[in-house]
């Protein structure tokens, strides 16, 4: 397997309750040749006394003024990584220990430009619950029916791709960017083992769930430009598939 730097990208905004194991999870990797890109997206609490914590060269860490969304912010990260792999993870979630080290050499043995892993879901606690399997592999049909990629587990190849941006949007960005890519590149492969940790939290999860769906329908309409029609029916096509995927993929590990 090749040395190959890897800019790790993290957007930040007010997340000090998890922000800390976050990076560490990060710094604890077994793949030592990454760069961890904060973006601080104008957090308010103390997220960034956390960050400053951490004494660490491979750390970089910028602050934006105003905030603009996770998109926004990773792609910020994105705009400044130095690395030949970018790979995301939020400011709540973990990765275990062998994440970097596994994907990559999956990546290289299997000449995929773009790749993502199974994941588990846990509680603000910590606490893993449920894993959630991912597909072998994902085409860009495939992926206009459900965004099958965790956003957490993701890693892409600019050598191959050149560098990628999300959209402005504040929901769905990430969604918007493996389509992006995938126009690129025939398919995106899963490697069907969990390395990383989704986190839940009480106030996401209480979100009501008819605004859930507004923002899956905007998405095809507003971030991917199709008119309502268009719109209607791809949305109407992820219902099925999502409710599917959530049936079968999502497995409780008690």
């Not at 459900?146 to 890693?155: D, E, M, R, S, V």
């Not at 309502?228 to 409710?243: D, E, H, K, P, T």
Request: aromatic share 12%; with cysteine.
């Amino acid at each position: 397997m090749t040395n190959d730097l890897v800019s790790v990208i993290m957007p930040v905004f007010n997340a000090q309750k998890f922000v800390s194991e976050a990076i560490k999870s990060v710094l604890d990797q077994s793949y030592e040749r990454f760069e961890l890109i904060i973006v601080d997206d104008a957090s308010t609490d103390g997220s960034l006394t956390r960050i400053r914590k951490f004494n660490d060269k491979r750390i970089r860490y910028v602050g934006l003024e105003e905030n603009g969304g996770a998109g926004k912010a990773r792609n910020e990260g994105i705009r400044l990584a130095k690395g030949r792999y970018i790979a995301f993870i939020d400011a709540d979630d973990l990765w275990l220990e062998e994440k970097l080290s596994e994907q990559i050499r999956f990546m290289q043995r299997e000449n995929t430009s773009l790749s993502y892993t199974d994941y588990y879901l846990m509680n603000e606690e910590s606490k893993f619950s449920h894993r959630v399997f991912s597909p072998a592999w994902v085409d860009r049909s495939k992926m206009m029916q459900n965004n099958y990629i965790g956003c957490l587990t993701a890693i892409y190849d600019t050598r191959e791709l050149g560098k990628v941006y999300m959209p402005d949007s504040r929901k769905r960005q990430d969604w918007a960017l493996w389509l992006a890519i995938l126009e690129k590149t025939d398919r995106a492969r899963g490697l069907q083992i969990p390395l990383a940790a989704y986190r839940r939290r009480e106030n996401s999860l209480s979100r009501n769930k008819l605004s859930l769906m507004g923002d899956n329908y905007r998405f095809f309409k507003e971030v991917l430009g199709h008119n309502a029609l268009v719109s209607g029916f791809y949305f109407i096509r992820f219902l099925g598939a999502y409710s599917w995927y959530k049936i079968t993929s999502v497995k409780s590990i008690d």
